[in-house]
């Protein structure tokens, strides 16, 4: 539980980032909240309001969201058996599906502990992440225009957050990353924005074609 709590919070502290990066890219104060509500997956809302805040189409954002919330459904395939919940437990569990939950569960051998450790994490990020967020987007709106403290760099910020623990492996990590930069690097002269984000997940390919 105190595992659990301290999690929460740090999540909780970046989730202001992306309240004040969803008001930069011109969502309102209700709809930055309620993507935190709804979709509570941190990468894919920061994506989405990214897309978004360049100037890109619905479809681009989604599509960018949609492949970085992909890894949760991988989650609950591995976590299924370890929680061994069915109906509306399965349900609630999926929305708390996330990449802290998800590691503090699997960390815990004893199903019964595991259980805990999903539930308080998922809970506590739940909770602050939505709290920081409201936070971030009062905030934001107050200030008038965000860019002016360069809260319209919170959505890059945190992608590179995101990648920098993933790009201290090395390894294929630094290939896939090397290949994702090219990719992009050529499709964003020529193609709307959050396309090259899409296209950019097609460095996993070059970099397994490499091994």
Known sequence: MRDAVAVGMATGAYGVAFGAAGVAA?????QTCLSSLLVFTGASQFALVG????GG???AAVGSALLLGARNALYGVRLSGVLGWTG???LVAA????DESAAMALARPEPRAARLAFVSTATSVFVLWNLATLIGAVGATAVGDPAVLGLDAAAPAGFLALLAPRLREGGGVWRVAA???VIALLATPWLPPGVPVLLASFGVLVA???R
Do not use: C, D, E, H
């Not at 011109?26 to 209700?30: I, K, P, Q, T």
């Not at 897309?51 to 360049?54: E, F, K, P, S, W």
């Not at 929305?95 to 996330?98: D, L, P, S």
């Open 26 to 30: 011109g969502f309102s104060v209700l």
């Open 51 to 54: 897309v978004i805040g360049a």
């Open 57 to 59: 189409g619905a479809a």
């Open 88 to 90: 509306w437990r399965r």
């Open 95 to 98: 929305q708390g599906m996330i």
């Open 179 to 181: 290949a994702g930069a």
């Open 208 to 210: 397994v074609r490499t």
